[in-house]
Nanobody, 122 residues
Framework: QVQLVESGGGVVQPGGSLTLSCAAS????????MGWYRQAPGKQRELVAT???????NYADSVKGHFTISRDNAKNTVYLHTNSLKPEDAAVYYC????????????????WGQGTQVTVSS
């Protein structure tokens, strides 16, 4: 099985910064993509950013320019570096990983972390 463990959430003032991290562990062959989604109360879960094992990144328009995603393949860890946080960035942030199992490599499976709360408040 695969576990995704997130950390780094908390309470920050508007304009502040946080770095979220997510480490994948368990039995698998590889991880194709990792990323972050978020969900605010009463809203649908939305893409924040993703990064492939080759380093290609994709960002939601709302976070371009003030969020940065990075990945350490050797540690199976993905990071989200945030700055200039706004109240509308407050949400539960979920780690995502597209995992290739060791037992059947032609397929992949999506895994989600439990989420980490980011609160932006003055």
């Amino acid at each position: 099985q695969v576990q995704l463990v997130e950390s780094g959430g908390g309470v920050v003032q508007p304009g502040g910064s946080l770095t979220l991290s997510c480490a994948a562990s368990g039995s698998f062959f590889s991880i194709n993509a990792m990323g972050w989604y978020r969900q605010a109360p009463g809203k649908q879960r939305e893409l924040v950013a993703t990064v492939t094992s080759a380093g290609s990144t994709n960002y939601a328009d709302s976070v371009k320019g003030h969020f940065t995603i990075s990945r350490d393949n050797a540690k199976n860890t993905v990071y989200l570096h945030t700055n200039s946080l706004k109240p509308e960035d407050a949400a539960v942030y979920y780690c995502y990983a597209e995992v290739v199992p060791a037992w059947y490599r032609p397929t992949s499976y999506d895994y989600w972390g439990q989420g980490t709360q980011v609160t932006v408040s003055s």
